[in-house]
């Protein structure tokens, strides 16, 4: 089985990091092809920066449609539905596998992201998605993400204590680490504050593979109908 | 005043058609300038064709950032949230002009548009907006957009009947037409059924200058913080 | 084009200030006539307040009916409906235009108002609306309707206070003024916090300009069809 | 106990047959005071009837405050929120007492009403109350409330015919009748249909008479505090 | 009218007590049989309790079909739907109860329960009944079921906390105690802190005489459809 | 991997059948063991025969613990939330992991199921898990669950007929199997009516693999707090 990992931005050193979360967690059989696109922003920070990555996104995704699955490997679920469009494999987005995995084990949970100018387009998500009720509250650290990639100590700090305020002030019963560049945090952070802790990547690629196994494709009624060659 | 609409698609006879709804609607002290991307779909039918008309829309939108608001002219409202982003002064997309114009007339409204694929991209903005509850049914008249460009003769059959049966059938008191190419139909629509029908176009450029004449502007505050450069 | 904007309460200084606010965001080629009841409450605290101005609203609005449009000018949009049904033009509350425009100001709002015994009637209006998913939180401030009216001072630094709160509790990014008392405080409310404040009456009348432009009409289908003469 | 019965409408005819109703469910040491406005509309037959019958309504209240509960009797619960301000004691009312009764006897109910102009007030009321979610559907039989008085034969008629559609297009568990003037069709209609079938005045009554013997009174705090003098 | 009472937890004591509490607001008419199971748990705290209560809640319902209504006993409304499709009669636990009898008195009510444990599945119960937008928000208090029994004093105060915390933090307007055990300190908590206090076994008898006294029964429509022997 | 897949009714075959449908879904490494309570109904249909279902459900789990996750085998997802309290590994139903998996195909789906009594359940769990604004109708066959052990002709021609329904009605893209009987279907109903047909044992038992490979665990505060003993 082939799994496309694609990073919308366009920093190769966090492409780097989400394959090898990617394949840590995959089957033996399970290739895992991490790609970003050849331009567009380096990092996706807000609703400008998601609108920018989508031709860069949806270009290399269109020259690497020979595989069973996509993982679209941004938070913000960049291009979800336009790649689901397009492929017609089945695609999941690290933002919904880490709700709906969450879902599964928790009451509710909290995210923790990155920047406030994040917070919103995660909660339309959430909304969409039907799983806002699910979610106690989307908290943000301050931490840029390009931060996470040159220095962890500080980030850690700040990403512990809004763990810590979701326990006490949301009632969380579990985490989602609302940014790919998070992934590496995943274990000791579920050891540190004994609840589950979900990174997206993760989440998304056993998803997938899930979803192949089962001979599931995305369906082709409806929003997802294949665009229009014109 | 000046205000900018842009057609997220590259077909400039609907831009042009677009346009001369605008200055129908402005008031006198209004200049509408009309524009489209440079590249891009001829028309925006589904995910795949807002995903990559945005790069052109982002354009030209920088390109004309001189102005005192913005019309993102798609039903879709392809882009909005970018656009709010980059630009800052008031930005009015058609859709939502129309849902919030038609939940001030009527207690519930349906919606008409084109193509069925469109169908879940336009709930989904009603679900994020707060106005689902307001709308009793999305309805589509698989009329293709580019169709109400080259013959209206049975594009109005089907818009017809679809308004027929949502007063039938939803309970509609008002009719949002869901296209951006159905813009002049609006009265003579009005004058058949009985019932207000909105055209987004008109309804957005209103609510712009009203925003402008307030001295209102897009919050800079959390999801609309301006772009980083990068 | 004559627009009727009527206070439902009976203290005509409170009507002069709204008219004068109107007339400051009106277009030149528009007529305001700031009227209020000749009985009723001096102002409308709360549910039955709001239920006793009705007879006398409804009266007012009936020895006016030769408009072009109404503004109900009271932020619980007292007897909106009634007024809908009744007058057949377009009918705006200042509430609601508030709430809308602010939907497409910011990705969430939060409103603050003058007592707590109004904040339920607000809360809601905005579910009825479908907008209670843009509403953060209705703050109160404990500041009487006519204290407004005699000493702005200590009023305005408690309304300063919520502001503040808003933003750094709710995450709102715009601020609703919950009060048609308030009116004369927008702009430099807006200054001082960095963030766009909304006065409904403003709201109402360049909402109410817009919808004359376009033609539109309450709907007489449904909710709001003609009262049957008794 | 005595539990004051107010028909929102100037019809005595009504008013006996509501206070029959209402005696025949009391307990045998409740005492029932069924009045009506000495001004006002004739019927409650939508949103400006509504208005229009506050004024007499809170005057009849206010010379009955000597009670132990009120049971606001009609469907569309006019002026509850302000006869809860004014009286403090429990005020129940029609509408909202069928609604939550039918909650617990069912998964989903739907409403049969008299006209189609009074459908959008009752569906705010259950969003309202939070009792949409229970309620399949509000339907209208085109009956006119006084007809009800003057000719039961064809109104049964067409009541049957929307409690068939109910039950096989709506999957209702339990009917909802929705006007006071229907009061004395309840039972047949249970023993016809085979579910239950509910009336709001005999549904108010046990639920005041519940909340008296509870020792239980409306809030006053927040919303419902008592009314300033002006 | 005689009223089954299942305490669905098999502590003799608190049977008692709930008996007791039933007593003392059924009308004179009114029979109280207050039954607990043979066995399963001595208290329900969770999920796991609720599960494992269920058998013996059913058997010992059974044996004692020959009643008018029944109320289930527990604040989780633990096997509600069970006993009314097996009973058919009217069936109210006290949970939900509560819920309605305190959305008829307050705009906004919280919850006020023993342990964090239970929050989830009162939670989710007000999401099902519709209640969920009416309920603030459940508090517990981290005092467990049989301290209750044992010792008030300590468990007083902190529940006088959690209600102090729920007017000023919520806006609570009404207070329900979420915990059958709670039941004796409704009137002084109702004194002591100026709202409504809402004890659930008291609210689920009146409710269950008054179901009887208008002849209504649980729907056999539908999910309540009699169990088929098997 | 060790997955328990308990089928909460006491049909052998049933069981047998469920275990065929994991096992040819799960990776080569993974044990699936297949087990039924010893005593309790035979077939789960129904508010009563769910509660009947726990003791034994519970019962089986208990004397399996040495597994890594968990699999609920009802449609209705009897007693999930006391498998997770009890179990600590991850536990998923075949219910909600069905609704989970389609939500990521398909922007709504519909779920076919048996009989009309069951509906109400699986709709209070969608609205419980969130998704209930992703499920356009929960349709019923009225095909009772042990005569698609006997007999799938005409059982395959009613469920055929509903997703016809679904797709011109619901304007369903992806379809839920409401029934751990109907696991032999999904292909052929997936070729038959070109959209995705979802079973919830495949979907569950790639979900529990899934969790395990991440190493997460159901979360332990809160709700799911394991059961104190007793």
Redesign the interface.
Known sequence: MRILVVNPNTTASMTEKIGATARA?A?SGTEIIAVNPAHG???I????????S??GL?QVVEANLDVDAIVVACFDDT?L??V???AGC???AIG??AF??A??????FSVVTTL??S???I??NL????????CARVRSTEVAVLDLEHDAGPARAKIDTEIRRA?AED????IVLGCAGMTDLT?SL?ADH???V?DGV??AV??C???V?????????????P??K?
């Open positions: 967690v089957s922003p380096v990092s920070e807000g609703y400008y920066d998601e609108a920018i989508l031709a949806l291009g539905d336009a689901r469009s397009l089945p695609v999941v919904e596998a709906h995995m879902s599964m084990l928790s009451n509710k406030a100018r917070v919103p387009a909660e339309h909304v969409r998605y039907g799983l806002a009720t699910r326990i009632r969380a019963e579990a274990r579920t004994g609840l589950p979900l993760g989440c056993v998803l593979e899930g979803l196994r089962l001979g599931l494709k995305t369906s082709r009624l409806g929003g997802y109908t665009p229009v014109k």
